[in-house]
C-alpha cells in the first residue's frame, strides 16, 4: 500500500511506502489530517490541513497528546471506511497499525470494540 499526503498550501504530495508506519504516525502527530476518497489506485490519501504548533511534533509530544492523537484518527478512519474504496490490503495495513499503536497506548480493548483491529 502507497500512502500519500496532500497539503492545502499546494505543495508537493509527500509519499510513505506502508512498511513506515512511524513516519505515518508522525505526520498524524505534525498535521491535522482529514483521509481522502482514492486519488490513486493503489493506496491511501489524506489532506494535510493546518500544521500543529510545533509543541505537539513528534520529537516533544507527551504520551498523552500521542494517546490523544491515536484515538482521533481511530474515529476519523471508522467514519471514512463508507467513503472509501479501501482494499483488503488497506484494511490489513491499517489493523495492523492499530493493533501496533493500541498496545503501545494501551488502547487495545477499545480498538477491538470498535472493530478495527
Request: glycine letters at 4%.
Amino acid at each position: 500500500m502507497n500512502i500519500w499526503f496532500h497539503f492545502d498550501d499546494g505543495s508537493n504530495p509527500y509519499h510513505i511506502l506502508s512498511d513506515r508506519d512511524d513516519l505515518f504516525f508522525n505526520m498524524l502527530l505534525a498535521y491535522n489530517v482529514e483521509i481522502k476518497p482514492n486519488i490513486y489506485v493503489d493506496g491511501c490519501t489524506f489532506q494535510c490541513h493546518e500544521t500543529r504548533p510545533y509543541i505537539y511534533s513528534h520529537k516533544v509530544a507527551t504520551k498523552e497528546y500521542r494517546k490523544e492523537t491515536i484515538k482521533d484518527f481511530a474515529e476519523k478512519y471508522l467514519n471514512s471506511i463508507p467513503l472509501v474504496n479501501y482494499t483488503e490490503e488497506d484494511l490489513l495495513w491499517f489493523a495492523e497499525f492499530f493493533t501496533k499503536y493500541g498496545k503501545r497506548y494501551r488502547l487495545l480493548p477499545e480498538f477491538r470494540e470498535l472493530g478495527i483491529c
